[in-house]
């Protein structure tokens, strides 16, 4: 039982270039998520999606896009990395019951990115 | 709009203490809670869940977390810490329905002394 994986583990950009990272879960989840954890400010929502072909924008979507064209996927993009985009980014899946947000999320293991 | 308030960045305890780790949620219309625990260089996990069935939830691991409507509080206690429980924990909370969304705290470190 995959979960959900991201890829890819580690990256290094350099200010300027662009990357997209994949998630990918296969528990047929109709809810995705895309956070970034930086020290000391928790986790914080860049985008989100409800379902395939729909994305909506978190607490801090500036600077990245984001794409669900299946179901099981969900990609973030950043067009021109930055360094304030060093972070690690978390992509996570939930299933709401009864249209309730009162499932957990299930969380991959990250992504850790630096722009230099 | 709700949130989430983790009182202290950093606990230490001792090996067998009691550990008590504070969560204070603001939330217009009763909440869902959850507390997750995150591993060295890994993804968070579940640890326990409130979804209204009872105000003392009991989650993995030996921990447990009460419900407080009064105090606005879910913080999380263990009666003995193990070295095993050195990680960061966080609070998250979910109005439920129509957002979508599960807003987190800032996350407390959890020191294991020996």
């Known amino acids: 039982n995959a979960g959900v994986t991201q890829t890819p583990k580690f990256r290094v950009l350099k200010t300027g270039q662009s990357m997209t990272l994949l998630c990918a879960q296969d528990m047929n989840h109709e809810y995705m998520y895309w956070y970034r954890q930086d020290p000391g400010m928790g986790l914080r929502l860049i985008h989100y999606?409800?379902?395939?072909?729909?994305?909506a924008k978190g607490e801090v979507p500036d600077g990245y896009n984001v794409s669900r064209l299946k179901k099981q996927n969900f990609l973030l993009g950043l067009e021109s990395a930055a360094p304030s985009q060093t972070s690690v980014y978390f992509c996570a899946s939930s299933y709401p019951q009864g249209g309730r947000h009162n499932s957990p999320l299930h969380f991959g293991n990250g992504t850790r990115l630096t722009v230099t | 709009a709700q949130s989430v308030t983790q009182l202290g960045s950093h606990v230490s305890v001792s090996e067998g203490a009691l550990v008590l780790l504070r969560c204070n949620y603001s939330?217009?219309?009763?909440?869902?809670l959850f507390w997750y625990v995150q591993y060295p260089n890994q993804g968070l996990q579940l640890l326990l869940k409130y979804t209204s069935a009872a105000t003392l939830v009991k989650g993995i691991n030996g921990f447990e977390a009460e419900f407080k409507k009064s105090e606005t509080s879910f913080h999380l206690t263990k009666p003995s810490a193990h070295m095993r429980d050195a990680a960061e924990y966080f609070c998250a909370v979910s109005e439920g329905s129509g957002t979508y969304k599960y807003i987190f705290g800032t996350g407390t470190r959890l020191k294991v002394l020996a």
């Open positions: 939330s217009s219309v009763p909440p869902y």
């Open positions: 999606s409800v379902g395939e072909g729909t994305t």
